[in-house]
């Protein structure tokens, strides 16, 4: 007997029945960057190993731990991409895109990242990304996150998510402060877990990202770095907040929060949930002014944030647990007998031509009437079209109705296209 295969740990199947929630959040996604006037791109799965080295940071988990590495035929180390904001930055500079201009950009597609798989992280996942290259000041800082805030709003999660937001200064203001955080944790050498004694030399900023509660007590005590921030740098963090006010956009303040990759720069911010357990990041980005010229182009303000789809699939989960709300038909039509299926599938291809915006399942399993209409009432559909022998003669179609309260209809055939464009 031959084994099944199966997907690979971590990359996992969207299937029928939850792909409604998926199209649900991708509508939602592209109403909201275009009412901001971002235009969409596309990237490659697949870059330069290099790309990330220079970008990410070589002391990151994502590049020591996490990539999927490997080299090709000509002997050149390629990576599935673990993130997308270097990636759109090459793109930007390699197709002259970025110097002295100013983009808006966003894309959407899978991310990969060899982590130990759990519910809201997965090795292959999927994210929104979206950059904004060219603006220095804190007013496109705070328009992502208004971003952010209307797409909470339109998909009803606005109650279920919290705005973290901190500064981590210039890259001379952190330099000191990473010293300062070195002095500190290296006094309480013996209290460090090992991941933490690994960082203490390298990046000890992510100490103060440890998920170790035993390391809560100590990253409590450390250094805070709005201590060490210049005068600019509080001045532009300042200007964030009272924009968020003045958008009425509620947060808080964490002096804790530090981004996972090196190029971030003075404010970063993250939305976060309770509803999801370990996996309460929902959304996270800031500025990272350094990376464009760090990657080879000229110097050039940017900042953008990601949005991870399965955390917000998985909040909507929460919320609406029928799919057919989000995914269902508007008509599902029942046929009985030779004449009347071949008679269907004729109607169906002229209602799909005449009415583009309609979505239409036509029951081609057969089986008796009463089983064909409960898989229509099971799809979800509003209105049922049926056509047996009877119909066939007289070129009529019934319309039955399956939500609302009203009589079944007989129609002719010519009739019912403009009946149903009143309906939809």
């Not at 110097?299 to 799919?323: H, M, S």
Request: aromatic content about 8%; charged content about 20%; glycine content about 8%.
């Amino acid at each position: 007997m031959v084994k099944a295969l199966q997907a690979v740990r971590g990359m996992n199947d969207v299937l029928p029945d939850k792909i409604g929630y998926w199209q649900y959040v991708e509508n939602i996604i592209r109403q909201v960057t275009l009412a901001y006037d971002y235009a969409e791109i596309r990237l490659p799965i697949v870059e330069s190993t290099d790309l990330f080295r220079r970008s990410v940071g070589e002391v990151t988990d994502i590049v020591e731990k996490e990539m999927y590495t490997f080299d090709d035929r000509n002997g050149d180390s390629l990576t599935l991409r673990p993130e997308g904001t270097a990636v759109c930055a090459r793109a930007g500079i390699q197709h002259g895109l970025l110097y002295n201009q100013i983009r808006r950009l966003w894309y959407m597609g899978p991310m990969f990242r060899h982590e130990r798989p759990q519910k809201g992280r997965y090795r292959q996942f999927y994210q929104l990304g979206v950059e904004a290259f060219g603006m220095a000041g804190a007013q496109i800082d705070v328009e992502l996150i208004a971003m952010n805030a209307r797409l909470w709003q339109q998909l009803g999660l606005q109650d279920k998510l919290t705005l973290q937001i901190n500064t981590l200064g210039s890259t001379q203001e952190r330099a000191q402060y990473r010293d300062a955080l070195r002095d500190y944790y290296s006094a309480h050498h013996a209290a460090l877990d090992a991941d933490s004694q690994r960082r203490l030399d390298s990046n000890p900023l992510r100490i103060l990202d440890s998920k170790n509660p035993e390391m809560q007590a100590l990253n409590a005590g450390a250094p805070k770095l709005l201590d060490y921030l210049g005068a600019e740098s509080q001045a532009h963090f300042k200007q964030v907040q009272g924009l968020l006010t003045a958008l009425d956009i509620a947060y808080e303040v964490n002096p804790r929060l530090v981004r996972g990759l090196d190029y971030y720069c003075h404010m970063v911010f993250e939305w976060v949930t309770q509803e999801l357990g370990a996996q309460g990041t929902v959304s996270a980005g800031g500025r990272y002014d350094g990376l464009v010229e760090q990657l080879g182009g000229k110097a050039t303000p940017a900042c953008g944030f990601a949005v991870g789809i399965e955390r917000i699939v998985a909040l909507l989960q929460k919320q609406v647990a029928n799919t057919n709300v989000l995914q269902a038909p508007h008509a599902y039509m029942v046929t009985f007998g030779d004449a009347a299926q071949q008679a269907g599938l004729a109607l169906a291809e002229q209602l799909r031509h005449a009415l583009p915006a309609l979505s239409l399942r036509v029951d081609c399993s057969g089986g008796s009437f009463k089983n064909q209409l409960k898989r229509a009432d099971k799809s979800g559909a509003q209105w049922v079209l049926i056509i047996g022998d009877d119909e066939v003669a007289q070129q009529a179609v019934a319309l039955k109705f399956l939500r609302d309260e009203k009589p079944q209809q007989v129609l002719k055939q010519s009739e019912l296209a403009s009946q149903l464009q009143q309906l939809m």
